[in-house]
């Protein structure tokens, strides 16, 4: 058989059915939504800035200046590490978010009294030695501070720590991150997440028997065991079902969870289990409720899942709607400044943009005038409940999450996917007391 | 995915570590065509496009229904499969088998690179496509437990899929006439067929396979990712080879077995309670049946290649190391010099290239020298650092650590190399890239290595050789002149050992073993030696790591930086010390990146996409690799001088 005789009839097979090979369209549109609920209205159709139509509860609100000034002093430099590109996942979102803020400070809010902000952006493209050199090259240019975005090695933290630069926000994913003594977080990460859905399942739906599933990934392995050792503690029969991080098998996972019997389900999973674990859920008529990281809510991966995804439940870290301000002014910071970065507001990088905002109005607290690491790092260890931008209030004391020092706020909030929409479940849970 | 592995070694004598890869980029088309809500107005339809310098997308056919999509990634699969196979494998026909596990590496690296860049485009990534199955999504209750009847149906089309291929392969004019060109290339040429023709065909024939195999893999797995789809090989390599690529009923029970092996632990190791809590239960089952495969593949080789298993092609090009001790003296004197003048990121920048030297090294060793072909070094490294951290956060002194580290990856690397006394080649290949996955999954994930953070610094004789400092003293260079100092005593050592009559037998191994076992060598022992050798040298590095970097994951010795360690030290030259030296300036974070602006200079989207096409480059048009194709540029200036 030649090539050609192979290729003709494939060829004409495709050419014959292009003819009807298109699916029909609906007459209507009948997409589900599953944004989060933005039901707070800024009124800022036609306003000319932000600043002139930002909700007054705002936690910005106490730097926001009545009309928008643009910064022109001198510059205060901030740094930002980040896995933008790199064999294993990009994130360039969260550098993305760090940019609007910047560029929304330095033209509305009149940047640090005057003092416009000044990026420092830094990639660690997958690489341990990178994110040293990073944080070096931060140490090298003098900044106040960095904000973290997504840096799995961390190995750049220690060299901050050892020069006294504060480190803050971001997601934290290393051990340094939720560790180190220079590092602030206002998001539980993986450990908080655990703590929070664990909460919920054993108060609210009363449940005795979890399963827990977690990737073998090190801060994973580690939040897991910390959620068993908490759960059992409140007399809970917890089975662990561990994936490995490179291709787990999702379906053998739930399988295996469903075969304990249990009353709820936390599935610790990167965003690339989201869906496998809510189609199989689906498939096999999993009923009890299966709790997954925020990252799983991401609207585009909802509507891929479609409506195996409903009834899921997700920590959020933040309360939606009506009772947040922030998430209005966010988005309205969102529309104006991200189109210059084809910024998407719903995404990863709004755990960067609360970093960036939390660090800005602690620098506006600070003064310009007094702006310094040390000066910055003493503002967050005495920090007391002080408001977090589309968060809940931190106190940087070290004492939030026990073994977990940096951990300022790592409070969570739950909200369960409903008619293709994304409603509050709980309130805040304190997952520290829970796990006291 | 497997019996695609065996089609293209019948073809071509390749075992494509891409198969996987090729099969992600297919599914990447079909999926991506298909991404749009059936009941909503989005048109869908946009083919992905790999090539660099072409518009990511381009739009073919609204709304496309599953057979139009299928049909046109199919047909995509038949393309990149001819021009694989005309742009890389097929001026590599003659080529030794590094050459092609290199240029299959090159391919990887490029689809896996380029799908990682167009799925971040979509915003959530490859995990918002919409992966839906184009199997019934029923299941079947069996007992307490649930199984998917797609997993039913996958199974009946891998068995349908290999009776029918066994009968094309065994009975059709083609099939005999691709096992005649595979046995014997001239032989077939003489009766008139056209090596290259069907070359082509089982090309095409195998992308199909593995496009449609892992389009139906992620319609009921719900993943599609590139680096982990691409990594898929992994396992169909183990049936392949326990298949011993040739037989597709073999290979076929052998996956199935393996999968349904897979399942049945991780539901024993959720319902019992005797596993110790050091083991990594994921890890376990990934690991698990790679050493089966191992043990397996140890027992079925022979200690000597049969003796129509030709050498095949011209082999590396080892140049004999003039004046080691002027060279290392020079070398070491320059990078102490460079230490003490440049700034705090260049000593970065220096040390890490100097560790990846001296990993590189063992790759030279083992595979430029003795021509067994090691996936397994950047896991010894791992292995050494994780063991040093461990010794030294119990208290154990620099350099007690660091060497009670050494002697059991030694230990280990040893018995790594006790399978390469039977196999050779490609299998021991697949071998070594089995064992680098379970000392991964095995060890490196287990949760008694989990945040390895703060080692003590090293001290010796009271001098404290700590890398990290304060301020610009950062990156300290009395570590920077301690990994100098074990790059010139590995070099230098290796010089000495090409220089002598164990050198000699390693080469001599590496050309032929028959000649050589009949020369007298022993052939096992000189294996094992290298094995040894090589491991030693990886072990040098990696216990530096410990030292040089805060805080280990097993992340950071993951089995696709073992693939970028040998890909680098080929580019290199992969049978000279130099070599091991122009891999360690090219390792990322190394000198190179400083040269090229550090890591705040605007790193390139496509840096490892370009890497892989260079890669390819490099092993069709300087098979030497760059430090011996420079060593004749400056051999032919002279002469014309």
Known sequence: MSIRKLFIPLLLTTAVVGAACSEATPSKTSAPSTTPSNDVATKCDGAVSVVACAPKGSSLAPVMPKTATRATGTPIVIGTINQDTGAAGAFPELTVADKVAVDFINTELNGVDGHPIELLTCNTNFNADLSQSCAQQMVSDEVVAVVGGIDIWGTGIKTLENNGIPYVGGIPVSFDAARSPVSFQFSGGTWGAVLGMGQYAIETLKAKKIALIYAEFGPITDSANLGKRVMEQHDVEVTLVSVSAINGDMVQALNTAAQAKPDAVIALTADSGCQPAMQTAEQIGFTAPIMYTGACAAPKILDAVGAAAEGSIFNLEAELGSKNPDNALYQEIAKRYGPKYQYEAQGAGTVSFRAMMNLYSMLRKIGADNVSPASILAAFRASKDTPSFFGHPYTCNGRQLTGYGAMCSPQQTLGKLKQGKITQLTGWLDVQAFAR | ?641
């Open chain 2, 1 to 641: 995915m497997a019996i695609g592995l065996v089609i293209t070694f019948r073809a071509s004598n390749v075992v494509n570590f891409a198969h996987a890869a090729m099969g992600m980029y297919v599914a990447f088309a079909y999926y991506g065509m298909r991404n749009f809500d059936v009941a909503s107005t989005e048109r869908g339809g946009d083919l992905v496009l790999p090539i660099i310098g072409l518009p990511s997308r381009v739009h073919i056919v609204d709304r496309p229904t599953v057979f139009t999509a299928l049909m046109i990634s199919l047909v995509l699969a038949a393309v990149l499969g001819l021009v694989i196979y005309a742009l890389v494998f097929r001026p590599l026909r003659n080529a030794p088998p590094l050459a092609r596990v290199i240029a299959s590496l090159g391919v990887f690296l490029y689809l896996q690179s380029v799908m990682q860049l167009r799925s971040s485009e979509t915003g959530a990534g490859s995990a918002s496509l919409q992966l839906k199955s184009l199997l019934t999504t029923d299941v079947v209750r069996l007992g307490d437990v649930v199984v998917p009847t797609s997993s039913f149906l996958l199974a009946g089309f891998a068995i349908a899929a290999a009776v029918v291929l066994t009968i094309v392969y065994r009975y059709t004019r083609f099939g005999l006439a691709t096992r005649a060109a595979a046995e014997h290339e001239t032989g077939a040429m003489l009766i008139g067929l056209s090596p290259d023709r069907l070359g082509f065909l089982n090309w095409v024939i195998a992308t199909v396979f593995a496009g449609l195999a892992v389009i139906l893999v992620a319609g009921v797995s719900g993943r599609l990712e590139p680096t982990e789809t691409s990594l898929l090989v992994v396992p169909a390599l183990a049936a392949a080879l326990l298949g011993r690529l040739d037989n597709f009923a073999v290979v076929t029970v052998a996956g199935l077995a393996i999968s349904m092996a897979q399942s049945a632990l991780g539901t024993f190791q959720a319902r019992s309670d005797w596993l110790p809590d050091w083991l990594p239960n994921g890890g376990l089952r990934q690991a698990l049946p790679v050493v089966v495969i191992l043990v397996a593949i140890s027992i079925r080789g022979a200690q000597l290649p049969t003796r129509e298993a030709l050498v095949e092609g011209r082999l590396a090009q080892s140049p004999v190391p003039r004046r080691p001790l002027v060279a290392t003296l020079l070398l070491v004197g320059l990078g102490v010099v460079a230490l003490f003048t440049l700034d705090e990121l260049w000593r970065l920048a220096i040390v890490v290239s100097v560790i990846a030297a001296i990993i590189a090294l063992s790759s030279v060793v083992l595979t430029g020298y003795v021509g067994q072909i090691s996936l397994a070094q950047y896991a010894f490294a791992g292995l050494s650092a994780f063991t040093t951290a461990k010794l030294a956060l119990n208290g154990v002194a620099f350099p007690w650590a660091p060497l009670l580290a050494i002697v059991l990856t030694v230990a280990v690397g040893v018995l790594v190399g006790l399978p390469a006394v039977r196999v050779r080649g490609m299998t021991l290949a697949v071998a070594t890239i089995g064992a680098a996955i379970a000392i991964e999954q095995l060890v490196f994930n287990s949760p008694s290595l989990n945040g390895l953070t703060d080692v003590p610094r090293p001290r010796l004789f009271g001098i404290d050789l700590g890398f990290l400092g304060v301020g610009r003293d950062n990156f300290r260079p009395e570590f920077g002149v301690l990994a100098l100092v074990a790059l010139g005593v590995s070099g230098l050592a290796v010089a000495n050992w090409r220089r002598s009559s164990t050198g000699l037998r390693w080469l001599a191994v590496r050309s032929n073993e028959r000649a050589a076992a009949a020369a007298g060598i022993n052939v096992s022992a000189t294996k094992l030696n290298a094995f040894a050798v090589s491991s030693l040298l990886a072990a040098i590095g990696g216990a530096l790591l410990a030292y040089e970097l805060p805080a280990l994951s097993p992340q950071q010795f993951m089995v696709v930086g073992a693939l970028a360690v040998l890909a680098l030290t080929y580019l290199g030259g992969i049978a000279s010390i130099s070599g091991a030296l122009i891999a360690g300036l090219m390792a990322s974070g190394g000198i190179l990146t400083q040269l090229q602006g550090g890591a705040t200079a605007q790193a390139s989207s496509y840096q490892f996409a370009v890497s892989g096409v260079v890669l390819i480059a490099v092993v069709i048009l300087l098979p030497d690799g760059l430090s011996v194709g420079a060593r004749r540029l400056v051999e032919r200036a002279r002469a014309r001088a």
